[in-house]
């Protein structure tokens, strides 16, 4: 099979998730980077696609030149910029037929993210939101029985993605990511909720297949001088009558990636926390828990992506490995107009990223009126 030809935009040196993408990208052997416009800053994209090997004549600096460069020599490209410069080349890269897989949140804005939304579908192109905690196999696993009806009717939907590298104000001490998360011309409307909250509120409504139909939230801006939240806690309350509470923060000390999730049903119940992502921890009501492993004898169909047997742990960088091996299945399965072998349902898309950015807003909007808001009154807002 040919590899697909990759280009990114941004990752460059010193950067966090580029470096990221390009070790998930490599790990199934789908993709090839070929190409980057790596940094805003020429001579730093130039330096970072050095260090990658790459041909010099194919490092621009600039994503725009890059597209015109590589006309007709890329079949999609990454974008790990800041949220602020996700719409832009997202949008020129796809009108120009080309596949996206962009990280989260989708934009600054959600009328960037409703363009994005607009450029996806008028270019028949595949557009991959790299919500990776939607991809680790046991988050798959329990998206699968809850849908066939594991636990029962819903009931909680508990959900909490705490970190402490916030505490203290990094972004006044030359912290690079730490400036542009506090900034809301970079960042969006929302602090951690657009960096954590985002991935949190998809990550709920991936396993249960219900998106909030109501939300009240309480946002903070504990860090001085911060103008974005950079904690929230928030009830949501769900169609058919699940009820969801919601904490995500940038401040908690002790907290490094603690993203948990669990959820409870009439008849049982589903815990897993990223730390251990390898098990499931699944409870039928009055009778003991069960640890389900990836790869184990209660893996089921749904939870693939499994490169090393059980016991031998897989984890973050093997989630955005699967969001790569998927993105690559579907866009090879679009280039030959076949259908994919991968439930596209699987892959988070354009929408988990509209949807993220009215999550959002309704959390800033509802914060502010210090008021439950139904979805029709956020979206309005
Ligand atoms: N999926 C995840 O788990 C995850 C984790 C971290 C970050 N992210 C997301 O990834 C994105 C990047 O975050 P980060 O922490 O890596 O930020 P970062 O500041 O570390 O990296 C951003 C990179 O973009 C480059 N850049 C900026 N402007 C550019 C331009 N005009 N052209 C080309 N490159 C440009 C910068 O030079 C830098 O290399 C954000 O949207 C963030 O929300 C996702």
Redesign the pocket.
């Known amino acids: 099979m040919d590899k697909l030809r990759l280009g990114m ?4 040196e ?5 470096p990221v993408h390009r070790i998930a990208a490599r790990l199934d052997r789908r993709f090839d980077l070929v190409a980057g ?5 020429p001579e ?2 130039r330096q970072s696609g050095a260090a990658l090997g790459l041909d010099p004549a194919r490092v621009y600096g ?2 725009r030149a890059m597209l015109a460069g590589e006309a007709g020599a890329l079949d999609a490209v990454a974008i ?4 602020h ?2 719409a832009a080349p997202a949008i020129a890269a796809l009108d120009a037929g080309l596949h996206v897989i962009c ?3 989708l934009a600054a804005s959600l009328s960037h993210a409703e363009a994005i939304a607009a450029a996806v579908a008028r270019s028949g192109r595949v557009f991959v939101l ?3 905690y939607a991809a680790y196999p046991m988050i798959r696993q329990a998206r699968a029985m809850i849908a066939s009806g594991a636990l029962g009717a819903l009931r909680m939907i508990r959900v909490e993605y705490a970190q402490d590298w916030l505490t203290r104000p990094l972004e006044n001490e030359g912290h ?2 730490a400036a ?1 998360r506090v900034d809301p011309a970079q960042a969006g409307p929302g602090g951690a909720l657009g ?1 954590i909250g985002t ?1 949190a509120y998809q990550l709920a409504s991936f396993v249960t297949g219900l998106k909030a139909d109501a939300l009240c939230a309480d946002l903070q801006s504990f860090g001085a001088g911060r103008v974005l939240d950079d904690n929230a806690q928030m009830l949501l309350a769900y169609p058919g009558g699940a009820r969801g509470t919601l904490w995500i923060s940038q401040v908690a000390p002790g907290k490094t990636n603690g993203l948990q999730l669990s959820i409870y049903g009439s008849d049982a119940g589903l815990e897993w926390g990223q730390e251990h992502p390898n098990q499931l921890r699944f409870t039928r009501f009055g009778e003991p828990a069960q640890i389900l492993e990836r790869g184990g004898p209660s893996a089921m169909a749904q939870a693939y992506g499994v490169r090393v047997p059980a016991g031998h742990p897989e984890g973050y960088l093997e989630a955005l490995a699967q969001i790569y091996a998927d993105a690559a299945e579907l866009i090879d399965a679009r280039n030959a107009g076949r259908a994919p072998s991968v439930d596209p349902g699987l892959v988070p898309g354009v929408e988990d990223g509209v949807e993220g950015l009215r999550f959002v807003l309704g959390a800033v909007a509802s914060s502010k009126r210090r008021a439950w808001l139904s979805r029709a009154e956020w979206v309005a807002e």
């Open positions: 935009i941004g990752g460059g010193g950067a966090f998730i580029g416009a790596f940094s805003s800053d730093r994209s600039d994503w790990v910029t800041p949220n410069l996700h990280d989260k949140p790299t919500h990776q690079k990511q542009w960096d991935h």
